[in-house]
């Protein structure tokens, strides 16, 4: 079907193998779960488009699923490049995960240079990133406020999830998308007027529609 979208947002999701980057985007476009691990092989695909309202706008999401391997080989810089936000993912029941999260942030910095952890949000390189914090399902080896602790202090915001149960998957991506949103609208000095309404609302499209979710 050919869709005239007012906006178009690439995300990116990296992070160690295994925390559930595939998960969490597999419930948040299709709102689904496999306990079959398939691990990500180089890149995927996923998008979800949204409604916002007021006025009405539709907004294309597309998101880029890294293999959490490529760890043990580098980022493509190519994977970055106009990036409109980054997830960086953790299981909140291995710790070594969360350890690991310093690789993620330096080489979103190695590969961007400039986020919106560096106290300059006029930038126009802005880009942003959150922290999750997937399976709180599980018994945790990181607790809730060490996440947040760290998420804090490097600038980023923090959310918590579960892919398997759904919990906070769909605000998550909400919120962040709002942000990414918001960041951009500064940038562009309102050029086409995107606008949230009062209570910055966005429509999450109804995701038994087929036409609206290609993952
Ligand atoms: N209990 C629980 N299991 C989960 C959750 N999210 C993912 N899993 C499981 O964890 C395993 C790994 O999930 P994936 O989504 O494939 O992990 P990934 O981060 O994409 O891994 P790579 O592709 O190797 O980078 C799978 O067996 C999932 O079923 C969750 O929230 N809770
Ligand atoms: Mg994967």
Request: glycine share 6%; proline share 0%.
């Amino acid at each position: 079907m050919n869709m005239n979208y007012d906006e178009k947002l690439k995300i990116l999701i990296i992070g160690d193998s295994t925390v559930g980057k595939t998960s969490i985007l597999t419930r948040f476009c299709k709102n689904e779960f496999s306990w079959n691990y398939l691990a990500t092989i180089g890149i995927d695909f996923f998008s979800k488009d949204i409604e916002l309202t007021n006025p009405n706008k539709l907004i294309r999401i597309k998101i880029w699923d890294t293999a959490g391997q490529e760890r043990f080989k580098s980022l493509s810089k190519s994977f970055f490049r106009n990036a409109d936000g980054i997830i960086i993912v953790f299981d909140v029941s291995k710790k070594d995960s969360f350890e690991n999260l310093q690789f993620w942030i330096d080489s979103v910095h190695n590969n961007l240079g400039k986020t919106n952890n560096n106290n300059n949000n006029e930038n126009e390189d802005n880009v942003n990133v959150i922290i999750i914090g997937n399976k709180i399902d599980l018994i945790r080896e990181v607790n809730k406020e060490e996440g947040l602790k760290y998420s804090k202090e490097s600038g980023f915001k923090y959310y918590e999830t579960s892919a398997l149960t759904g919990e906070n998957i769909e605000n998550s991506f909400l919120e962040f998308i709002k942000d990414i949103l918001d960041g951009n609208k500064k940038k562009e000095n309102k050029k086409k007027g995107i606008k949230l309404n009062n209570n910055n609302n966005l429509i999450n499209k109804n995701n038994d529609d087929e036409n609206w979710c290609y993952c």
